[in-house]
């Protein structure tokens, strides 16, 4: 079965980094673009960050941009999430999504992982 | 950047029908998705390409789009689908945008 698998979430204080990670398993992981989404405690869904299938295109929600670093590793089948200056701001669950084309557009998000905490707090 | 805005809330009777507007930029709304997430959950993708269903999505879900506004409709609601609804768009410049998402309740 198609599975994603985050990891790296943790209890940080402000300004630290944190790296996040993500495995994919049952699909053609080269093939797509992948994203981050994070959702704030009892909030709504935010777009995080966008990477195509060959890492030539990247995009950044504006709040994020310049702090936090999209990337993948086609060869291990993952996504990462580098995040520097955290702010108690970005405190969420950050869920790891794979897209419906290689790169950006207007198929959605169709499969998700389970999400990993990120707390920014001193 | 766009945005999109949604209602906070609707309630249905359960076999009844509820539509959910989602309302922004007409260009990025044209092919909006639409996710469900149950309490405790992830997301899934239930509309992509404004009506098009992902296998395994039951035709109960359809949803259109016209001017500036983007309606998922659910017919014969059911207990199961008692959950938050996220629309989504995207255009070239801002990438992707979520709606502030609709809680649905079924009485």
């Known amino acids: 079965d198609a599975q994603l698998v985050e990891s790296g979430g943790n209890l940080v204080e402000p300004g630290k980094s944190l790296r996040l990670s993500c495995v994919a398993s049952?699909?053609?992981?080269?093939?797509?673009?992948m994203h981050w989404v994070r959702q704030a405690p009892g909030k709504g869904l935010e777009w995080v960050a966008s990477?195509?299938?060959?890492?030539?295109?990247?995009s950044y929600v504006d709040s994020v941009r310049g702090r936090f670093t999209i990337s993948r590793d086609n060869a291990k089948d993952r996504l990462y999430l580098q995040m520097n200056s955290l702010k108690s701001e970005d405190t969420a669950v950050y869920f790891c999504t794979k897209g419906g084309s290689a790169s950006f557009g207007t198929y959605g998000l169709d499969l998700w992982g389970q999400g990993t905490a990120v707390t920014v707090s001193s | 950047s766009f945005e999109l805005s949604q209602p906070s809330s609707v309630s249905v009777s359960l076999g009844e029908t509820v539509h959910i507007t989602c309302s922004g930029d007409p260009a990025a709304i044209r092919y909006a998705c639409w996710y469900q997430q149950r309490p405790g959950q992830s997301p899934v993708l239930i509309i992509f390409q404004s009506n098009k269903r992902p296998s395994g999505i039951p035709d109960r879900f359809y949803a259109s789009s016209s001017g500036n506004t983007a309606t998922l409709t659910i017919s014969g609601t059911q207990s199961a689908d008692e959950a938050d609804y996220f629309c989504q768009a995207w255009d070239s410049r801002t990438a992707y945008a979520f709606g502030p998402g609709t809680k649905v309740t079924v009485l």
């Open positions: 049952g699909i053609n992981f080269d093939g797509y673009g």
């Open positions: 990477v195509s299938w060959d890492s030539a295109s990247k």
